[in-house]
T-cell receptor, first 114, second 116 residues
């Protein structure tokens, strides 16, 4: 049973346009969400996070939106750049349970075309 | 500032052999994790450790053994490697989050393991 779902395996956008990556979760105990970016042959790197007490968090070109009622979050990248081409993983944690574990989605491969 | 390192970066072994993947972090983070990444599965947690001498199973622990005698090291051993354990393995570490928020995990560069 997949608790964190990224239903789009891939996404292709033009440079300068907006990239929207989506993530759904099923476990209502999740209260902290993170996005990681991964380049080939490298480890994932933390990109941005959001607590369940917020519905938006912004960091430069990256914004994460959280819709708790829909159990849905999205990552917006504006404007998209070729260097953003990578696999993006959504991850969730149930921090109130004292867990430091993350549950990851399967990832979405973003390609930004020049 | 070495951060978190993994060795070897690439390993080819044969079915039935024992293999140990090493992970070392220089931040004195309490938590350490082992994941495997497979096509179609994303990142799956194998084992994790909250502190030295404290380890616990993750989602896919079968066929793996871990130990943590020192805070900075968290080796992962495949006692008798199988072809299904061919994968890319990532080690990660994090500080304890405390009462609020969450401290993100920092990942190593990965070890690509092939079991023939």
């Amino acid at each position: 049973d997949q608790q964190v779902k990224q239903n789009s395996p891939s996404l292709s956008v033009q440079e300068g346009r907006i990239s929207i990556l989506n993530c759904d979760y099923t476990n209502s105990m999740f209260d902290y969400f993170l996005w990681y970016k991964k380049y080939p042959a490298e480890g994932p790197t933390f990109l941005i996070s959001i607590s369940s007490i917020k519905d938006k968090n912004e960091d430069g070109r990256f914004t994460v939106f959280l819709n708790k009622s829909a159990k849905h979050l999205s990552l917006h990248i504006v404007p998209s750049q070729p260097g953003d081409s990578a696999v993006y993983f959504c991850a969730a944690s149930a921090t109130q349970g004292g867990s430091e574990k993350l549950v990851f989605g399967k990832g979405t491969k973003l390609t930004v075309n020049p | 500032d070495a951060g978190i390192t993994q060795s070897p970066r690439y390993k080819i072994t044969e079915t039935g052999r024992q293999v140990t993947l090493m992970c070392h972090q220089t931040w004195s983070h309490s938590y350490m994790f082992w994941y495997r990444q497979d096509l179609g599965h994303g990142l799956r947690l194998i084992y994790y450790s909250a502190a030295a001498d404290i380890t616990d199973k993750g989602e896919v622990p079968d066929g793996y053994v871990v130990s943590r005698s020192k805070t900075e090291n968290f080796p992962l051993t495949l006692e008798s490697a199988t072809r299904s354990q061919t994968s890319v393995y990532f080690c990660a570490s994090s500080r304890t989050s405390g009462s609020f928020g969450y401290n993100e995990q920092f990942f190593g560069p990965g070890t690509r393991l092939t079991v023939l």
